[in-house]
């Protein structure tokens, strides 16, 4: 699961989009690479967020990524995408982007947009580096995970509960054994007892 990119878009209904602030990590590719990789990304948030109307949330695959994206609308016009692979789970995407929607549109003001090269969002990339692991952002997800971390336990301890129940088991059955020897040598030992019974 990896996020490669985050972008806060401009985007004004029948016009093209302007990014306003983004982050990428494409240290997961070669040297060479990275440059058409991060023009890729570039083209792969303008284009989805063109093709996405106002209001309204959208996943789309693209090989073995996945853009997912969320045209906020409204009066400051903002959509937000998040590049990730394939395997990257849809909830904590569309958590993140609005939660960074939402923190961007209170710390930069709507007179910045105009001037998208001014604007100052540090916490893009700290949320890039925060939500690589979606079970750390995702509070329901690291639940998840906690419960199946814990039935995964609970399973080991029926098993190991049913091999100690399988030993008891055995003791239980030698304990029979023990007890119908007992008895058997107490029946014994009685009638030789018996014989030599002193008056």
Same mark, same amino acid.
């Given at each position: 699961?990896?996020?490669?990119?985050?972008?806060?878009?401009?985007?004004?209904?029948?016009?093209?989009?302007?990014?306003?602030?983004?982050?990428?990590?494409?240290?997961?590719?070669?040297?060479?690479?990275?440059? /058409?990789?991060?023009?890729?990304? *570039? %083209?792969?948030?303008?284009?989805?967020?063109?093709?996405?109307? +106002?209001?309204? @949330? =959208?996943?789309?695959?693209?090989?073995?990524?996945?853009?997912?994206?969320?045209?906020?609308?409204?009066?400051?016009?903002?959509?937000?995408?998040?590049?990730?692979?394939?395997?990257?789970?849809?909830?904590?995407?569309?958590?993140?982007?609005?939660?960074?929607?939402?923190?961007?549109?209170?710390?930069?003001?709507?007179?910045?947009? /105009?001037?998208?090269?001014?604007? *100052? %969002?540090?916490?893009?990339?700290?949320?890039?580096?925060?939500? +690589?692991?979606? @079970? =750390?952002?995702?509070?329901?997800?690291?639940?998840?995970?906690?419960?199946?971390?814990?039935?995964?336990?609970?399973?080991?301890?029926?098993?190991?509960?049913?091999?100690?129940?399988?030993?008891?088991?055995?003791?239980?059955?030698?304990?029979?054994?023990?007890?119908?020897?007992?008895?058997?040598?107490?029946?014994?030992?009685?009638?030789?007892?018996?014989?030599?019974?002193?008056?």
């Amino acid at each position: 699961m990896k996020i490669f990119s985050i972008s806060i878009v401009l985007a004004p209904p029948g016009s093209p989009g302007t990014v306003l602030s983004t982050a990428s990590d494409v240290s997961s590719f070669s040297f060479y690479q990275k440059g /058409s990789i991060n023009e890729f990304l *570039s %083209f792969f948030t303008k284009t989805v967020v063109d093709r996405t109307p +106002q209001g309204q @949330r =959208q996943s789309v695959q693209e090989n073995n990524h996945t853009a997912h994206v969320f045209n906020r609308g409204g009066a400051e016009q903002l959509a937000a995408v998040i590049i990730t692979d394939q395997e990257y789970p849809v909830r904590p995407a569309f958590s993140l982007l609005t939660k960074i929607l939402e923190e961007f549109i209170a710390k930069v003001p709507q007179s910045a947009f /105009s001037n998208p090269s001014a604007i *100052s %969002f540090p916490d893009i990339q700290t949320y890039l580096t925060k939500y +690589q692991d979606p @079970r =750390q952002a995702d509070a329901i997800m690291r639940v998840q995970q906690e419960l199946d971390e814990t039935k995964i336990v609970l399973h080991k301890t029926i098993e190991s509960v049913l091999a100690r129940g399988e030993k008891l088991d055995n003791l239980v059955e030698r304990s029979n054994a023990l007890s119908t020897q007992t008895k058997m040598f107490y029946k014994t030992a009685k009638k030789q007892n018996s014989c030599c019974v002193v008056m």
